[in-house]
T-cell receptor
Framework: EDQVTQSPEALRLQEGESSSLNCSYT??????LFWYRQDPGKGPEFLFTLYSAGEEKEKERLKATLTKKESFLHITAPKPEDSATYLCAVRGNTDKLIFGTGTRLQVFP | GAVVSQHPSWVICKSGTSVKIECRSLDFQATTMFWYRQFPKQSLMLMATSNEGSKATYEQGVEKDKFLINHASLTLSTLTVTSAHPEDSSFYIC??????????????FGPGTRLLVL
């Protein structure tokens, strides 16, 4: 059964304090691993798609990496506006995304 | 690019009435659209998958007669909650995907619709 586990559940950072969010997964035939950002009361905002182990993608202060078992979302020198819930999802051989429960990030000035 | 809209963003209705939610892909044609439900502080739960011109595929436990999905065009899908009851109150989110195959897998999400049934 396809499964996604995210850790930690919640993370509090001081502004400028870099950290990483983890997404561990098991899936039959990975067809993509996706990172989304979700603000309260809004739909998920697309961040990255990773397709194969070793792949990395960057956007501003965020960098996503992928191995055969997990993905990391690295946040460098975060700002308060980076506060949100970060969702990880995988697509395997079934035609649907399997989501993790998310990491709730709070960045304090 | 890849913008998805939903309407309405908020709806309050009386128990027993039906509510229609629209999902539109604004700048691309979506072969497949998805409908999710999200409860407070929980992740997204897939309700159904719809392909343009075909009947929707519902996830186990989702009543297809209660949650009617129509995907009449490549840019529009609608979800109708029939005879809504308070337990149907939730945050409903749609997503759209360009196609299938490598580089086309990403789903783009709408802003969500908050439904409150009194």
């Amino acid at each position: 059964e396809d499964q996604v586990t995210q850790s930690p559940e919640a993370l509090r950072l001081q502004e400028g304090e870099s950290s990483s969010l983890n997404c561990s997964y098991t899936v039959s035939g990975l067809r993509g691993l996706f990172w989304y950002r979700q603000d309260p009361g809004k739909g998920p905002e697309f961040l990255f798609t990773l397709y194969s182990a070793g792949e990395e993608k960057e956007k501003e202060r965020l960098k996503a990496t992928l191995t055969k078992k997990e993905s990391f979302l690295h946040i460098t020198a975060p700002k308060p506006e980076d506060s949100a819930t970060y969702l990880c999802a995988v697509r395997g051989n079934t035609d649907k995304l399997i989501f993790g429960t998310g990491t709730r990030l709070q960045v304090f000035p | 690019g890849a913008v998805v809209s939903q309407h309405p963003s908020w709806v309050i209705c009386k128990s027993g009435t039906s509510v229609k939610i629209e999902c539109r892909s604004l700048d691309f044609q979506a072969t497949t659209m998805f409908w999710y439900r999200q409860f407070p502080k929980q992740s997204l739960m897939l309700m159904a998958t719809s392909n343009e011109g075909s009947k929707a595929t519902y996830e186990q436990g989702v009543e297809k007669d209660k949650f009617l999905i129509n995907h009449a065009s490549l840019t529009l899908s609608t979800l109708t909650v029939t005879s809504a009851h308070p337990e149907d109150s939730s945050f409903y989110i749609c997503s759209a995907r360009l196609g299938t195959g490598i580089l086309w897998e990403t789903q783009y999400f709408g802003p969500g619709t908050r439904l409150l049934v009194l």
